[in-house]
C-alpha cells in the first residue's frame, strides 16, 4: 500500500513521532557519506529499523557509507536537501514539483504500484448515501487529507472543476458546505464513513484503511487523472556518478533475489526511471492553485 | 480449503460503531500503531476485567514499553508527565489490587493526557507543523476512549468527531519551504478544542465516577444514567486474531482423491461451521472468532495472541472469564493449540485426553468454551465430517508405516535407532513406546512425563495425551504449554529430565530425525499470478453457498440461515484483499444476492430465494474469471 503509507509518512499520524527523537542530519559538505531523509511513517521504530537495513545494502551496494535519519514531514525533508544536509529523499509529487522549483532537486526514480507508476484520487461516498454524482455534494461537507498533498487534495479537487462544478483556483467553500482537512486518509476515510462527512477526497486505494467490513460501505463516485506515483528525488548539486551509482542500486531492488528488500523502503512494488514529464501535470495544478509561480 | 480469520481492527481513531451483529472479520488486519499511554490504558481495563484479575500483567502494562505502541517507552513516562498525583494514583491502585480505584485514576490520567495534548497544540499555532503534531497525538489518546462514546452517546460521537475535523483542519499548514502555508483559524481551533475538553472533563474526568462493575471507559453521563447499553466486544493492543503467513497447506482426505467438495455437502457445511464464528456466543462471535482462528487450515495458528489470555503466541486460556464466564475454571491455564491434522487419528481430544469422542469435544468448545447454543445434530455431524478428513502432511523421508526413507539424512537414520533404544531411566521405554512410529507417532494415551508439575501437593494431573510427531517441524513450540521453543530443545529436555547422558552427536542426531519425520513436501499453500488468497476464498466460500442446493429442498431455514450470513458476510470482507480490485463492486454485488437469498428465507418466501438463488449462480460463474 504505498500510496497509503507515503502520505501516512506526514500527514496521518504525525502525532506519533511523539518520543521518536528524528536523527539529526549532519553537514554534507564535509561527508563522504550518501544521506538519505526518511518521512515519518505511522510506526517510527520500525522505520528505523528499515533505515538501517537498506541503507548498509546500499552501502555496500554504492561502494559509500550510507545513512538515513527521518525528518519531521516533507517540508523538513525538502530543507534538508536544500540546506546540503541530504541528498536523497523520498515524496509525493506536488512536494517535488515545488522543491523541483525552489532548490532544484530532481526526480531520479518513481515508484511502481499495481503494475503503474501512475495513481488516481477518487471521491469516495457511503453506498448508503443518495449521493450519486458530483453535483450532489453541493453544499455538503467534503474531507480532504491534507492541503499540500496531490492524491489527497489537488487531484480530488480538480475532479469537481473539470465537471464543471467548480473554476481551478476557486475557494471550493464557494461549491461545498464545508471543507475539511483531516490529517490523513485513513481520517478522511474514516470521517466519510461514520457519516460525520458526506465525502471524502482521497487517494483511489485510501478505502483499503478502512476495516474489511467498513470497506463494502463505501463507493467512489468520480476519479481524477493520473498522478505521478511517489518518487525518489535528489539534491541538486549531489555528485553525478554517486547519483548514477544510487540509482543504478535502487533498480536493483527490482530483481527477485532483491525484492524482500523494497519493504524497507515504503513497500512500492519496484522502481523505475523518473519521467520529468510526468510531472507537467502536477505544475499545472500547482500553479492553478497558487502552489508555484 | 482455507481458512482464516479475522482481526478485530481495534479501535482506529474515529471508528465508529460498526453493524452491531455482524462480526467483524479480515484476513488482512494490521494493527494501527497506539500512543503508549493510551495502548497501556486499554490493556490496563481489559485486564481489569478478566477473572481472576492478571493484576501482574496490569503492572507490565503500566511500567514496560507496550509492543503495539508506536515507540518503546513505557505509559508511565507520559503518565508521570502530568501534573499532580495522576501517576501515583494509578501505581498505587494497582498496589491495593484496587479495580475502581484503577478505572478512576487511570481514566483521569489517560484524559488528562490528552488535554494536555491539545493545551500544547494551541499555544504552538504560531508553528503550524508542530500544532499539526500534537493534534494528532491527542487524537491518539482519544482513541482511548473514542470507540465507546462513538457506541453508547453516539450523538456525542459525532460532535467531538466533528470538533476534530475541525481542529486538523484550523491548525493550519506550514507548506512546503513557505509555498501553501496556511495560517491557523484560531477561534475555529479553540471552539473545537473547547467542545472536547469539556466533554472530556465531564465524562473522564468526573468529580466522583460511578462504581463501574466493569471497566470499558464508558463516558461517565451514560455509565451514571445505569441504562443498559450495548458496547461491541473489544480486545487489548497487540491482540491478533490473522491468519499466519505464510499460510499451512490443507490435505484433506477428499481432495487428495480428487472428490469435490461441492458432491459433499455435510463436509462442505462442516467446513463452512469450521469457519464461521456464528456458531459460537459473545463475545467470540463479534470478535469474529471461529474454529479456523486457532485451527487455521487445519494446523496451529502460531500468531494468534490475546493479552491476559494467551500466555504466548499461539496459545489460549479457553476456560476463562472472557470467553464464557459460566465455564470459567478460575486457573490461569493457557495451553498450546495443537494442530488437527489427521483429527481422526489422534483421539482422545484435550491436552490430557478427557474428551475420547471427538462430537462431545466439539461440542464442548462450542457450548462451554465459546459460549454458543447448543448445535443441532446437523451441525454437530457436518463439522465432525469435515474434520476427520483433515490429513498429515505427505513426507517423502517417512513411508506409511512410519520408517525412514532414502531420503533421509544419515545423522537422521542414525536417530531413528536412538528414538527406538530404550532407556533403564524411562522404565525401559524408548521414545518409540508412546510415539509409535506405525501408529502415526502416538499411543493414544496420557502420560505424566514431569512437563508440568502437580496442581496440588499429591495431585497427579500433569499427565499429557502423547502428541503425534508428523508435521511437528511446523508446529513450535513445543509441550502442551509451548515452553519448549525448538525440537531441539525437545531433545535436550528428555536428555536432561531422564539423565540420558546423549552425546552431543547423538542429541544432534535425535533432533535430526525428529526434524525428518516432522517435515513435510509442501507445507505451505502457494500463491503465484491469479492463484491469490482471494481466490482460494471465493473459491472456498461458493462451495459452502453450494450447500444451499442441499438446504432448499428441505426448506432448511435455520441451516440456511447460518451458511448464508457466514458466506456472504465473509465474502464481502475478504475482498479487501483482492488483487483484482476492479473487481471488488462484484464481489459486493454477489455477497449482496446472497443476504437477498437470506432476506427471503427469514419472510418464508421460498420462491424469491429460489430466484435471488439462481441470480447469484449466474452471477458467481459469469464473474469467475475475475475473481482474484
Given amino acids: 500500500m504505498t500510496r497509503l503509507t507515503i502520505d501516512r509518512r506526514a500527514l496521518v499520524l504525525a502525532g506519533l513521532a511523539i518520543a521518536a527523537a528524528p536523527l539529526a542530519p549532519a553537514l554534507a559538505q564535509k561527508r563522504k557519506e550518501l544521506v538519505l531523509a526518511f518521512i515519518p511513517q505511522e510506526n517510527p521504530e520500525k522505520l528505523q529499523g528499515d533505515i538501517k537495513v537498506i541503507s548498509a545494502w546500499l552501502a555496500k551496494e554504492i561502494g559509500v557509507p550510507v545513512r538515513g535519519f527521518v525528518g519531521s514531514d516533507h517540508a523538513a525533508a525538502v530543507e534538508a536537501l536544500r540546506n546540503n544536509d541530504a541528498d536523497i ?31 488516481t484520487g477518487r471521491i469516495f461516498v457511503r453506498r448508503d448515501s443518495a449521493i450519486a454524482q458530483l453535483a450532489d455534494l453541493r453544499g455538503k461537507a467534503i474531507a480532504f487529507a491534507d492541503p499540500i498533498s496531490e492524491s489527497g487534495y489537488l487531484y480530488p479537487l480538480d475532479i469537481f472543476v473539470e465537471s464543471g462544478l467548480l473554476q481551478r483556483g476557486e475557494d471550493p467553500k464557494r461549491f461545498f458546505g464545508k471543507v475539511y482537512f483531516a490529517g490523513g486518509y485513513q481520517q478522511a476515510m474514516q470521517a466519510m464513513q461514520a457519516g460525520l462527512v458526506d465525502a471524502a477526497g482521497v487517494s483511489q486505494y485510501a478505502d483499503l484503511l478502512l476495516t474489511p467490513d467498513q470497506q463494502p460501505q463505501v463507493k ?25 551509482k544510487f540509482v543504478a542500486a535502487m533498480l536493483k ?26 510531472f507537467d501535470g502536477v505544475r499545472e495544478l500547482a500553479k492553478a492553485y497558487g502552489l508555484m509561480n | 480449503m482455507a481458512r482464516r480469520r479475522l482481526l478485530a481492527w481495534i479501535g482506529l481513531a474515529l471508528a465508529v460503531a460498526l453493524s452491531q451483529n455482524a462480526p467483524a472479520r479480515a484476513d488482512i488486519g494490521v494493527e494501527t500503531p497506539w500512543h503508549p499511554a493510551a495502548a497501556a490504558y486499554r490493556s490496563m481495563m481489559f485486564l481489569g476485567d478478566l477473572k481472576p484479575v492478571v493484576w501482574d500483567q496490569i503492572g507490565t502494562a503500566y511500567e514496560s514499553p507496550h509492543p503495539a505502541a508506536a515507540v518503546s517507552r513505557p505509559a508511565k513516562i507520559y503518565f508521570e508527565s502530568l501534573k499532580g498525583s495522576a501517576a501515583d494514583a494509578i501505581v498505587k491502585a494497582i498496589a491495593a489490587k484496587n479495580r475502581q480505584a484503577l478505572y478512576e485514576a487511570a481514566t483521569r490520567a489517560t484524559s488528562q493526557l490528552t488535554r494536555q495534548a491539545l493545551a500544547e497544540a494551541a499555544d504552538s ?21 473514542g470507540e465507546f462514546i462513538d457506541q453508547t452517546d453516539p450523538e456525542a460521537g459525532k460532535r467531538l468527531g466533528r470538533a476534530w475535523l475541525e481542529l486538523t483542519s484550523s491548525v493550519g499548514s506550514q507548506g512546503v519551504l513557505g509555498t501553501g502555508a496556511v495560517a491557523p483559524e484560531l477561534e475555529v481551533f479553540a471552539a473545537a478544542r473547547k467542545v472536547i475538553e469539556d466533554y472530556l472533563a465531564a465524562n473522564y474526568e468526573p468529580e466522583r465516577f460511578t462504581a463501574r462493575e466493569r471497566l470499558t471507559p464508558l463516558p461517565e453521563s451514560v455509565a451514571a444514567a445505569q441504562a443498559e447499553v450495548k458496547v461491541r466486544p473489544w480486545l487489548p493492543p497487540g491482540s491478533n486474531l490473522n491468519n499466519q503467513d505464510p499460510l499451512p497447506k490443507l490435505v484433506l482426505n477428499f481432495e487428495e482423491r480428487e472428490i469435490k467438495e461441492t458432491d459433499l455437502p455435510l463436509v462442505a457445511y462442516g467446513d463452512m461451521l469450521f469457519d464461521s464464528p456464528l456458531i459460537f456466543g459473545e463475545p467470540a462471535r463479534s470478535l469474529g472468532l471461529a474454529c479456523s482462528s486457532c485451527h487455521n487450515r487445519s494446523d496451529v495458528n502460531q500468531t494468534f495472541f490475546i493479552p491476559g489470555i494467551s500466555h504466548q503466541k499461539g496459545a489460549i486460556d479457553t476456560r476463562g472469564s472472557f470467553f464464557n464466564p459460566l465455564f470459567n475454571d478460575h486457573r490461569r491455564g493457557s495451553l498450546d493449540i ?38 443441532t445434530p446437523f451441525m454437530l455431524d457436518a463439522l465432525v465430517a469435515y474434520m476427520i478428513e483433515f490429513d498429515f502432511l505427505p513426507n517423502d523421508k517417512l513411508d506409511k508405516r512410519g520408517e525412514l526413507t532414502e531420503k533421509a539424512s544419515a545423522s537422521a537414520v542414525r536417530g531413528a535407532k536412538l528414538f527406538r533404544k530404550p532407556f533403564p531411566q524411562m522404565d525401559g521405554k524408548a521414545c518409540a513406546t508412546c510415539h509409535i512410529p506405525s501408529a502415526n507417532f502416538l499411543d493414544r494415551k496420557a502420560h505424566d512425563i514431569g512437563s508440568a508439575r502437580p496442581s496440588y501437593e499429591g495431585g497427579r494431573d500433569g499427565a499429557f495425551d502423547t502428541p503425534t510427531l508428523l508435521g511437528a517441524k511446523f508446529t513450535a513450540p513445543y509441550f502442551h504449554d509451548g515452553s519448549m521453543p525448538t525440537l531441539a530443545s525437545v531433545v535436550d529436555w528428555f536428555n536432561d529430565r531422564y539423565k540420558l547422558k546423549l552425546r552431543k552427536t547423538e542429541l544432534a542426531d535425535l533432533t535430526a530425525y525428529l526434524e525428518t519425520i516432522g517435515d513435510a513436501n509442501e507445507p505451505y499453500q502457494k500463491f503465484e499470478g491469479k492463484k491469490t488468497k482471494f481466490r482460494l476464498d471465493w473459491e472456498e466460500l461458493t462451495t459452502f453457498a453450494s450447500t444451499f442446493e442441499t438446504l432448499l429442498p428441505k426448506r432448511d431455514a435455520k441451516h440456511a440461515d447460518l451458511m448464508l450470513e457466514t458466506v456472504a458476510t465473509d465474502l464481502a470482507a475478504d475482498a479487501s484483499g483482492m488483487a483484482n480490485t476492479a473487481a471488488k463492486p462484484k464481489v459486493y454485488e454477489v455477497a449482496g444476492l446472497l443476504s437477498d437469498v437470506r432476506k427471503a428465507i427469514v419472510a418464508d418466501d421460498w420462491a424469491a430465494a429460489e430466484k435471488s438463488w439462481a441470480r447469484f449462480k449466474e452471477f458467481q460463474a459469469k464473474y469467475d474469471e475475475e475473481m482474484y
Fill in chain 2, 338 to 375: 495443537p494442530s488437527l491434522r489427521g483429527l481422526r487419528f489422534t483421539a482422545p481430544y484435550g491436552r490430557d485426553g478427557r474428551f475420547g469422542s471427538l462430537r462431545d469435544f466439539t461440542r464442548n468448545v462450542i457450548v462451554s468454551e465459546f459460549a454458543g447454543n447448543e448445535p
Fill in chain 1, 89 to 119: 529523499s523520498f515524496m509525493g509529487a506536488l512536494p517535488y514539483v515545488i522543491a523541483n522549483a525552489q532548490t532544484g532537486a530532481v526526480a531520479v526514480l518513481a515508484e511502481v504500484y499495481r503494475g503503474s507508476p501512475a495513481y
Fill in chain 1, 253 to 278: 531492488l527490482n530483481e527477485p533475489q532483491n525484492v524482500a528488500l523494497l519493504k524497507h523502503v515504503y513497500s512500492p512494488d519496484g522502481y523505475v526511471a523518473a519521467d520529468p514529464k510526468s
Fill in chain 2, 125 to 145: 499555532l504560531t508553528m503550524p507543523g508542530k500544532a499539526h503534531q500534537k493534534v494528532m497525538e491527542a487524537q491518539t489518546l482519544y482513541r482511548s476512549f
Fill in chain 1, 220 to 244: 467512489w463516485i468520480a476519479e481524477s487523472k493520473p498522478i505521478p506515483s511517489h518518487v525518489v528525488i535528489a539534491r541538486k548539486d549531489l555528485d553525478p556518478a554517486l547519483k548514477a
